[in-house]
């Protein structure tokens, strides 16, 4: 597995290297380079070698994700919502879906998963989205926004409500009625992707339905949403990992007053918080990742929390570094200014702070009693 990791860190390297700020100004990534990283399994990493994949443990995936995410956000947030739809499908699909669908994930084809609506956020209870029977097919209708990586995507899977039930449907992006529009502008991972997705009657077999459809909706959303904030968090660590290098780097070589920024003890008491933020996000990711590979019950609330911390110091990091590098670092087409703006939006996708902070408590009560 170390070799494998090894490999998939080098390949990563390789073709992202440096020319993340460039696709960043451009907002857009080039397909060529997402669709050789899928077809080595690096953007679902877990997915097992008898579907192509790499097979690697929770623990060792998240570290390739922050790998990917201390280069370009970006790439990282496909790899997260390419890998979302990869667990859904070992998770939620049946056998003969399974082994249909994981090898066209570790092949090149790429892939998105459609949660948020314009009334269904955070409370993914208010999904509108519908799928209903017509004989060996399925209709669906409903709108979906913020839909990361729909833009490059040739398959999404639309979460819908399935009667009382919920259900995730594979949906071709070719499929008549699928319409995808660009999110114009986002604050941050402005390649990534983003987009709404409108689905007007849109008619697919009825075997694009995982296990069938007819299953409970906190089942389907956690079920995708944990491997989301894992993945997510794991990329916090990636951008935090980017600014010190950064940070560090500049403070060692600018000099003020007749002597190197590190010198001043402000400038250093910065560094020394960047580094602990990036500790701190780095552990509470192994600690999740080692809840997940356990098959641990509490995965879920350390999901929650790696997402939570990693984001939030991400946020604050990502500003330390910015001022450090002061004018250096504010102005687009830099790793830190890049960096400023990408950990904002991690502070909102796959649950907002708020979100987070109300499901902590919840757990704090129960697990108190």
């Given at each position: 597995?170390?070799?494998?990791?090894?490999?998939?860190?080098?390949?990563?390297?390789?073709?992202?290297?440096?020319?993340?700020d460039?696709?960043?100004?451009?907002?857009?990534l080039?397909?060529?380079?997402?669709?050789?990283?899928?077809?080595?399994?690096?953007?679902?990493?877990?997915?097992?070698?008898?579907?192509?994949?790499?097979?690697?443990?929770?623990?060792?995936g998240?570290e390739?994700?922050?790998?990917?995410?201390s280069l370009?956000?970006?790439v990282?947030?496909?790899?997260?919502?390419?890998?979302?739809?990869a667990?859904?499908v070992?998770r939620?699909?049946?056998?003969d879906?399974?082994?249909?669908?994981?090898?066209?994930l570790?092949?090149g084809?790429?892939?998105?998963?459609?949660?948020?609506?314009?009334?269904a956020?955070?409370?993914?209870?208010?999904i509108g989205?519908?799928?209903?029977?017509?004989g060996d097919?399925?209709?669906?209708?409903?709108?979906?926004?913020?839909?990361?990586?729909?833009?490059?995507?040739?398959?999404i899977?639309?979460?819908?409500?399935d009667?009382?039930?919920a259900?995730?449907v594979?949906v071709?992006?070719?499929a008549?009625?699928?319409?995808?529009?660009?999110?114009p502008?986002?604050?941050?991972?402005?390649?990534?992707?983003?987009?709404?997705?409108?689905?007007d009657?849109v008619?697919?077999?009825?075997?694009?339905?995982?296990?069938g459809?007819?299953q409970?909706?906190?089942?389907?959303?956690?079920?995708?949403?944990?491997?989301?904030?894992?993945?997510?968090?794991?990329g916090?660590?990636?951008?935090?990992?980017?600014?010190?290098?950064?940070?560090?780097a500049?403070?060692?070589?600018?000099?003020?007053?007749?002597?190197?920024?590190?010198?001043?003890?402000?400038v250093?008491?910065?560094?020394?918080?960047l580094?602990?933020?990036?500790q701190?996000?780095?552990?509470a990711?192994e600690?999740?990742?080692r809840?997940w590979?356990?098959?641990?019950?509490?995965?879920v609330?350390?999901?929650?929390?790696?997402?939570?911390?990693?984001?939030g110091q991400?946020?604050a990091g990502?500003?330390?570094a910015?001022?450090l590098l002061?004018?250096r670092g504010?102005?687009?087409?830099t790793?830190?200014?890049?960096?400023y703006?990408?950990?904002?939006?991690?502070e909102?996708?796959?649950?907002?702070?708020?979100?987070?902070?109300?499901l902590l408590?919840?757990?704090?009560?129960t697990?108190?009693r």
């Open positions: 597995m170390a070799d494998r990791l090894a490999a998939a860190a080098a390949l990563v390297e390789d073709l992202v290297g440096e020319r993340a460039g696709w960043d100004l451009a907002g857009e080039p397909e060529p380079v997402l669709r050789e990283l899928g077809a080595a399994g690096v953007l679902c990493g877990q997915v097992g070698p008898e579907h192509g994949g790499l097979g690697l443990s929770s623990l060792d998240g390739l994700t922050a790998r990917a995410g370009c956000s970006s990282r947030s496909v790899m997260t919502s390419h890998g979302m739809a667990w859904a070992r939620l699909g049946d056998r879906q399974q082994r249909a669908l994981l090898p066209l570790t092949s084809r790429l892939a998105a998963v459609a949660f948020s609506e314009p009334d956020g955070s409370d993914l209870s208010a989205a519908r799928v209903e029977r017509a097919e399925v209709v669906l209708t409903g709108e979906k926004v913020w839909v990361t990586a729909a833009h490059y995507a040739d398959l899977l639309v979460v819908a409500r009667g009382d039930d259900a995730v594979v071709p992006r070719s008549p009625g699928v319409h995808v529009e660009r999110v502008n986002p604050v941050g991972c402005r390649a990534a992707g983003h987009a709404g997705v409108r689905l009657a008619r697919v077999p009825a075997d694009a339905v995982l296990g459809g007819g409970p909706l906190p089942l389907v959303v956690t079920t995708a949403l944990s491997y989301g904030r894992m993945s997510v968090a794991w916090c660590a990636g951008i935090l990992r980017a600014c010190l290098r950064a940070a560090t500049h403070v060692a070589e600018r000099r003020q007053f007749g002597r190197p920024l590190i010198d001043h003890q402000l250093a008491r910065r560094v020394a918080e580094y602990v933020a990036e701190v996000a780095t552990r990711c600690h999740a990742s809840r590979d356990a098959g641990a019950p509490d995965v609330t350390a999901a929650v929390l790696a997402k939570h911390v990693g984001a991400a946020a990502a500003a330390s910015v001022q002061a004018s504010s102005q687009d087409g790793v830190v200014a890049r960096a703006r990408d950990a904002k939006l991690m909102i996708i796959e649950g907002t702070t708020e979100v987070c902070q109300v408590a919840q757990h704090a009560m697990s108190a």
